[in-house]
Nanobody, 124 residues
Framework: QVQLVESGGGMMQPGDFLRLTCIAY????????VAWFRQAPGKEREGLFC????????PYRDVLRGRSSVSRDNVKNAAYLDMNALKPDDTAVYYC?????????????????WGRGTQVTVSS
């Protein structure tokens, strides 16, 4: 059974650095584009980035630009979202999702599999 498992979330303070990890099981991540989404309380789930098979980063929006990056390690079957200078507005559940072969649009139905998410709470 294919699973995507996010980890690395937790209680953070403003200004902290955070690395989120997405590990794939029963799926060869090498052949997939990997995207990161987040959903803040009371808001729609929004796309952040997608990283293609070759490692090319495609941002969906500018909200994290300049203080975040995405990467992947196909040997470990993992993808990462690094965020610097965390803000309270970054409080959300963060999800990874994959699409075979490419990075699609931000449309959620375009993705093949989703993780269950990891909660990130930024508060002083």
């Amino acid at each position: 059974q294919v699973q995507l498992v996010e980890s690395g979330g937790g209680m953070m303070q403003p200004g902290d650095f955070l690395r989120l990890t997405c590990i794939a099981y029963q799926l060869n991540l090498e052949y997939y584009g990997v995207a990161w989404f987040r959903q803040a309380p009371g808001k729609e789930r929004e796309g952040l980035f997608c990283i293609g098979r070759g490692g090319v980063e495609m941002p969906y929006r500018d909200v994290l630009r300049g203080r975040s990056s995405v990467s992947r390690d196909n040997v470990k079957n993992a993808a990462y979202l690094d965020m610097n200078a965390l803000k309270p507005d970054d409080t959300a559940v963060y999800y990874c999702a994959v699409r075979h072969s490419s990075c699609p649009t931000e449309e959620k139905s375009d993705f093949d599999y989703w993780g269950r998410g990891t909660q990130v709470t930024v508060s002083s």
